[in-house]
């Protein structure tokens, strides 16, 4: 029996990770530290923002002060913010699943975003109201692929819903290794959508799909 659903952001929702990967390089390019998309691809999805600066830094063998991270980061919000002020198009099908869902079974955001990344991108796709629960890149220590940030989406779906969520008959919707693994590291089944990899790289899922277009709340009961 389903308890309760878990959707990542980046990569599910929306494909932002391409919006991402130009305001990272707003910042990190003047400082010579700019890199390819195919070194995002490889090393940098699925980080929140404060790792990702940490690992440019560290793959350049070059020093990161608290503050200068502390700026990079608030940097970083703002190139985003200006970037997707434009508008943002859903994955095909993910707002139906959505709104199948809200309501109806326990549900929960759970992304290595900042919340600010976030909140504006719900809003153009009317969805600020549908989630029982949201966990940010602002509320945890360390970033997918550690289990932290679904472990505190569980803890607070427990809350809401006292005595109607078990981990263990959750499903996480995840579209990358990191975030694979932090789902399963806390104990959830995973939903894997070939978004940003190939089905390939998608190990550990229960399921993988090419799309969640035309999957419902009662679809998604039947592929878990």
């Given at each position: 029996?389903?308890?309760?659903?878990?959707?990542?952001?980046?990569?599910?929702?929306?494909?932002?990770?391409?919006?991402?990967?130009?305001?990272?390089?707003?910042?990190?390019?003047?400082?010579?530290?700019?890199?390819?998309?195919?070194?995002?691809?490889?090393?940098?999805?699925?980080?929140?923002?404060?790792?990702?600066?940490?690992?440019?830094?560290?793959?350049?063998?070059?020093?990161?002060?608290?503050?200068?991270?502390?700026?990079?980061?608030?940097?970083?919000?703002?190139?985003?913010?200006?970037?997707?002020?434009?508008?943002?198009?859903?994955?095909?099908?993910?707002?139906?699943?959505?709104?199948?869902i809200s309501g109806n079974l326990?549900?929960?955001?759970?992304?290595?975003?900042?919340?600010?990344?976030?909140?504006?991108?719900?809003?153009?796709?009317?969805?600020?109201?549908?989630?029982?629960?949201?966990?940010?890149?602002?509320?945890?220590?360390?970033?997918?692929?550690?289990?932290?940030s679904y472990r505190l989406a569980?803890?607070?779906?427990?809350?809401?819903?006292p005595g109607k969520v078990d981990?263990?008959?959750?499903?996480?919707?995840?579209?990358?290794?990191?975030?694979?693994?932090?789902?399963?590291?806390?104990?959830?089944?995973?939903?894997?959508?070939?978004?940003?990899?190939?089905?390939?790289?998608?190990?550990?899922?229960?399921?993988?799909?090419?799309?969640?277009?035309?999957?419902?709340?009662?679809?998604?009961?039947?592929?878990?």
């Open positions: 029996m389903l308890n309760a659903v878990i959707f990542d952001f980046d990569g599910v929702i929306v494909d932002t990770e391409p919006l991402h990967y130009k305001a990272f390089q707003e910042l990190l390019v003047p400082l010579g530290l700019g890199y390819s998309w195919e070194e995002y691809l490889d090393r940098y999805i699925g980080f929140d923002d404060r790792d990702a600066f940490r690992e440019a830094f560290a793959v350049a063998g070059r020093q990161l002060s608290d503050e200068e991270l502390k700026a990079l980061i608030h940097g970083k919000a703002q190139a985003f913010l200006r970037i997707v002020s434009v508008g943002v198009a859903p994955y095909a099908g993910v707002v139906e699943l959505i709104r199948s326990p549900l929960a955001l759970c992304s290595g975003a900042l919340r600010s990344d976030i909140d504006p991108i719900l809003a153009q796709l009317c969805l600020s109201d549908s989630f029982d629960v949201m966990v940010t890149a602002d509320e945890v220590a360390a970033s997918k692929p550690d289990p932290e569980v803890k607070r779906l427990q809350e809401v819903f981990a263990a008959a959750s499903i996480a919707i995840e579209d990358t290794p990191a975030g694979i693994a932090s789902a399963t590291g806390a104990g959830l089944k995973v939903l894997a959508v070939t978004n940003s990899y190939p089905r390939e790289r998608l190990t550990g899922a229960c399921r993988v799909l090419n799309s969640l277009s035309g999957v419902d709340l009662e679809g998604l009961r039947l592929l878990v």
